[in-house]
């Protein structure tokens, strides 16, 4: 079996039922690392959102890569990448993050390999026989390579839905939430200043990344957030340098959140924040 993941992982939707044009995976939810690594080498041809003018509709954030048999797989709903269009990837780098950006009912990865193109018109091929993975719902032992538990199987061999993260906000006021709304409407949002973290400020806050160097308010108040979590990220100065990137991955660790990297560094982004704030 060749597969996405690094651990164990759950199928939640097979290839082909009621015309699923990939198979749907996922890590979350301590069933295992949600880091996503490539399963074909090739070039990639495509990172960011299949929709940019509508980012809750489609595949979200995705990453496609063209492999040496003219196949085109596409990795679907991520929380964010680690590589750009144009690189060389290999099978097995780290090269992206799950996620449940786009049309999606919770965190999980869509993948699919289409021949000879990735538009819609392109044939999806049976990505489940391809790389070995078992093509019905249920946890996959990773190391075994065989399905161990298919309690999620109904009498009709009918998968559920994907677990949905419905993001359980705790709607309680913080002046360190109030800060945080004051430093993103400072970059052009116009979040109401209320003090509690709710969608909306999650949706402005997932624009964002802290990778290495970053320097700047919103860079400040992560390292303030870390550190009164317990996490180990320097001077608080504003600059996240290499103490402030070990204290996000030991956080990402602690929430098993992967840890992909970009820049030799992991980075903060995409669901890490709402982790952050309510977990």
């Not at 990172?47 to 809750?56: H, I």
């Not at 624009?207 to 700047?216: A, P």
Request: glycine residues 12%; charged residues 15%; aromatic residues 10%.
């Amino acid at each position: 079996m060749i597969s996405p993941y690094l651990k164990n992982f759950t199928v939640t939707q097979p290839f082909g039922y009621q015309g699923h044009r990939g198979i749907d995976l996922s890590a979350s939810f301590g069933v295992g690392d949600t880091t996503i690594i490539c399963v074909a080498g090739g070039q990639c041809v495509y990172t960011g959102w299949e929709n940019p003018r509508n980012q809750y509709q489609g595949y979200g954030l995705c990453v496609v890569i063209k492999d040496n048999q003219n196949r085109y797989w596409i990795y679907a709903h991520l929380s964010k990448f680690t590589i750009g269009t144009g690189d060389i990837v290999q099978q097995g780098q780290a090269i992206a993050i799950e996620g449940t950006t786009g049309s999606s009912t919770g965190l999980h990865l869509h993948l699919e390999c289409r021949q000879g193109g990735w538009a819609q018109g392109n044939v999806s091929l049976n990505v489940a026989d391809i790389l070995g993975i078992p093509n019905r719902t249920g946890l996959v032992n990773n190391t075994q390579n065989a399905v161990v538990n298919q309690s999620q199987v109904s009498a009709n061999n009918a998968p559920t839905a994907a677990q949905t993260n419905t993001y359980n906000f705790k709607y309680i006021y913080s002046d360190k939430i109030k800060e945080l709304q004051q430093i993103l409407n400072s970059k052009g949002f116009t979040l109401v200043e209320d003090g509690l973290f709710g969608i909306n400020t999650l949706n402005a806050l997932r624009k964002y990344t802290i990778e290495i160097n970053d320097s700047g308010t919103l860079t400040r108040w992560t390292q303030e957030i870390l550190a009164q979590k317990g996490y180990n990220v320097g001077v608080i100065d504003g600059l996240a340098g290499a103490q402030t990137m070990f204290g996000i991955e030991q956080f990402q660790r602690a929430k098993n959140l992967g840890t992909a990297k970009r820049n030799n560094y992991t980075y903060l982004g995409g669901d890490d924040w709402y982790y952050l704030i309510e977990g």
